[in-house]
């Protein structure tokens, strides 16, 4: 290797290094669903005893159709990770078979039509069974398991405009048609439980007339209606067993949620006392392994998607999961609470155009509401930061009922406190908060209550606001989006609306004055996009937003501090404007939360990330030298990303120029035949260690006191993932020690590909 030519031009080649390395792994940034369960209604729940499963949830409508399994535990409702399954759909049926041991679904409403498929689920893996008969394709039915039929039964249910008063029964391999000239009328949305003896009871649903309130049983004769008077009539309802009693519980009477319980025992229905449950419909009910019924989700009285759980337990309802993620809307805020390891969620708007003032917090895949009694007024398109002076999130204005406000406010992670400052920038609503590198908070653009399109930039200090005058400054804009470059020490700013005409431009704040930047490329001219800066990818995410012709796009940018780069993903959320987003610094991904596509209010959350996440890690500890112990780090949190600059400094060199040795190691467990790390006392270095093998060296001439070295790490794929890990060597004859050298800290790094 020419040595010289490194020394001359600063820098190393990495890829000669990189030539050591073999490898086939390849990778690419990725966006993924969220492991959470969202709110949804019209899914199905059975129990699934004697598996590690206990209950299962699947599928239901989250403003859309999904295909998603998730088992009930101890502790709340988690996905299962499964590979075939059933397309996505909402209000199947699912019935725990105890004679086959394993989960039977059939039917359902897709986005083409209704389901006619049966599948089954043994607690690991979905079957689809492919019977030689079945009923019609149906939704909304009911099916249970009736023992002393030794299968599944089927009454029920509507395709399109046509409702279904059929019995089906499945042995685990057929569908049969039962003939019965006793039955209830045709139906939909009916509810139905077991009974102790095995029996099955159905109350209510949909038919011709409109709701009913009838109450029926079947057993091996057929069915038998039961007469007396009964509860007020409902679809979508809840029916469990509960000892020697039925208990209905919710659903809709046509006009409303209900959460009124009744009892049916020895024949005779009873109002009980008031339930703690929210008023809901379409809800799914099973029994849990240890015999308490569980309910999740459904709709409230609103027709808003809920995304609890909760049990059953003699007597009343006891909430075992909170609603794991809030529900589908846009306009909300969001920013990563650094002390707190936390993403914070506040406000927006749902699909019924009712502002928000719920606040969430997320850590990994958990969701939890905050429940301060103080908090901000409802709102949308408000803005918020994290702001490290005040130890918490801070969001200033939005849209409320009364129109745009000028209120700052601070959430420390558990309240809310309101912050009164005498100078304050205009009410306003579509505007964009970042925290700059300092720590302070950047205001830019927005709205005004008169409609006016801004284009003041305000800071926020521990003083208060304060209204800047840069020499520059983009034009006047609103639906915009910011976020800080951290390791470059600027704002950046891209896009947005005039009031007339989507954007497409890129501006930078260093602190004093704006720049209009000019790169190669950039993403097409647009509104409402989502924005934030990536840590751990050391480049700036951009995701959809709202094209010049007013429709939602699903594209994803990455702006490394130079151009703006198409990150192409295998699993792209849906195409949406006005989503909330977040860079998780701790778990390094980037969050969007919600938006929509004039359509949907995706009650959705997306994580962004390289399957193999770019590191370097320090794992070994330096010896002393005359003017310390040399200290390696990397600047910035620099990583070695492909197409990006690995920049490194050593500290606490010699004072005089001498020779550097930057090691280069590809293994980590031994070398020469000697374990790792090696004590390099006999080789007149004591207290010295060697982490990694000595595979690679390359000399530089340091100046004293520090050196900076930027290594370029090229584009080859087939590298990504590869491990290596440096030392440097140092020259120092007054170090102290026999040898004359000291040897620095110990990195581990892992090359990525964005």
């Known amino acids: 290797m020419d040595f010289p030519k490194r020394l001359l031009n600063g820098t190393f080649a990495m890829h000669l290094v990189l030539c050591f390395f073999v490898a086939n792994a390849r990778g690419q940034g990725q966006w993924n669903s969220k492991n959470l369960f969202t709110p949804r209604a019209n899914s199905a729940a059975c129990t699934m005893p004697g598996s590690n499963t206990q209950t299962l949830v699947f599928g239901g409508d989250t403003g859309v159709l999904d295909d998603q399994s998730f088992a009930q535990s101890g502790t709340g409702i988690v996905r299962l990770q499964v590979a075939a399954k059933p397309p996505a759909r909402s209000g199947h049926m699912l019935s725990f078979d105890a004679l086959r041991n394993r989960a039977t679904l059939f039917g359902g409403q897709g986005t083409s039509g ?28 009911v099916m249970l398991f009736h023992s002393a039929s030794q299968g599944i039964i089927l009454f029920g249910g509507q395709r399109s405009q046509l409702l279904f008063d059929e019995t089906w029964s499945f042995d685990g391999t057929t569908w049969t048609q039962q003939a019965h000239s006793v039955r209830p009328p045709a139906r939909h949305r009916a509810t139905a439980t077991n009974l102790q003896g095995g029996d099955l009871a159905m109350f209510g649903g949909e038919g011709s007339l409109g ?17 007396g008077v009964a509860p007020p009539a409902r679809a979508d309802a809840v029916l469990i067993q509960s000892g020697a009693a039925l208990l209905l519980s919710g659903g809709t009477d046509g006009s409303r949620a209900l959460q009124d319980v009744w009892a049916l025992q020895s024949g005779v229905w009873s109002l009980r006392p008031p339930s703690a449950n929210l008023p809901r419909y379409a809800a799914a009910a099973a029994v849990t392994a240890n015999g308490q019924w569980l309910l999740t989700s459904g709709r409230d009285t609103n027709g808003a998607l809920l995304g609890d759980a909760l049990l059953f337990s003699a007597v009343s309802w006891t909430t075992t999961a909170p609603a794991e993620a809030p529900s589908g809307r846009t306009g909300a805020c969001a920013a990563f609470d650094a002390v707190r390891n936390e993403v914070v969620l506040f406000g927006g708007v749902d699909a019924l155009s009712q502002l928000l003032d719920d606040t969430f917090t997320m850590r990994g895949t958990i969701w939890q509401q905050n429940a301060s009694a103080t908090r901000p007024s409802a709102r949308e398109h408000a803005a918020m930061a994290y702001n490290p002076t005040r130890n918490g999130t801070v969001m200033f204005g939005g849209r409320t009922s009364l129109g745009g406000t000028n209120d700052t406010w601070q959430f420390d992670g558990t309240n809310w406190q309101s912050l009164p400052f005498s100078a304050l920038p205009a009410a306003r609503q579509f505007h964009a908060l970042v925290m700059e590198p300092a720590g302070s908070l950047l205001l830019f653009g927005g709205t005004d209550n008169n409609f006016s399109v801004l284009d003041d930039t305000w800071r926020l200090t521990a003083g208060g606001w304060q209204v800047l005058a840069p020499s520059h400054k983009p034009s006047a804009r609103q639906y915009h989006a910011m976020a800080t470059f951290l390791r470059n020490n600027y704002v950046v700013l891209f896009g947005g609306s005039d009031g007339a005409t989507a954007l497409d431009d890129t501006w930078t704040f260093d602190g004093s004055d704006w720049s209009q930047a000019t790169p190669a490329t950039h993403p097409s001219a647009r509104q409402y996009h989502a924005m934030t800066f990536a840590s751990e990818r050391n480049e700036i995410l951009l995701f959809g937003g709202l094209d ?24 792209l959320p849906g195409a949406r404007f006005a989503a909330a987003m977040a860079s998780d610094a701790v778990r390094e991904e980037t969050v969007l939360i919600g938006g929509t596509d004039s359509a949907t209010w995706w009650p ?32 910035d949190n620099s990583r070695p990303w492909m197409t990006d600059t690995l920049q490194l400094r050593v500290d606490g060199l010699p004072l005089q120029p001498s020779p550097l040795v930057m090691i280069f190691g590809y293994t980590f467990t031994n070398w020469n035949g000697a374990p790792l790390p090696i004590d390099l006392s006999s080789y007149g270095m004591p207290g010295c260690f060697l982490h990694e ?13 520090f050196f900076e070295i930027a290594v370029p790490v090229p584009l080859i794929p087939h590298m990504n993932g590869q491990n290596f890990a440096n030392q440097v060597l140092v020259v120092d004859p007054t170090a102290g020690n026999p040898l004359g050298v000291t040897i620095s800290n110990a990195f581990r790094g892992v090359i990525g590909i964005r």
Do not use: K, M
């Not at 109450?215 to 038998?224: K, M």
């Not at 010049?548 to 699993?571: K, V």
């Open 548 to 571: 010049s012709n007013f429709l939602a796009l699903q594209d994803t940018f990455g702006f490394n501090g130079i151009t703006w780069n198409p990150r192409p993903s295998a699993n």
């Open 114 to 141: 209704a389901f006619g498929d049966t599948w089954t689920f043994d607690g690991t893996n979905w079957t689809n069974r492919l019977p030689l008969t079945s009923p019609p394709p149906r939704a909304r039915a």
């Open 604 to 635: 959705d959350c997306h994580t962004f990330r390289s399957p193999i996440n770019a590191q370097y890690l320090l794992v070994g500890s330096g010896c002393s030298g005359s003017n310390g112990v040399p200290t390696l780090t990397a600047v």
């Open 211 to 227: 709701i009913r309130n009838d109450t029926w049983t079947f057993g091996l004769s057929g069915w038998t209606q039961t007469p």
């Open 693 to 705: 093998a000595f595979d690679e060296t390359l000399l530089y001439i340091q100046p004293g006191r």
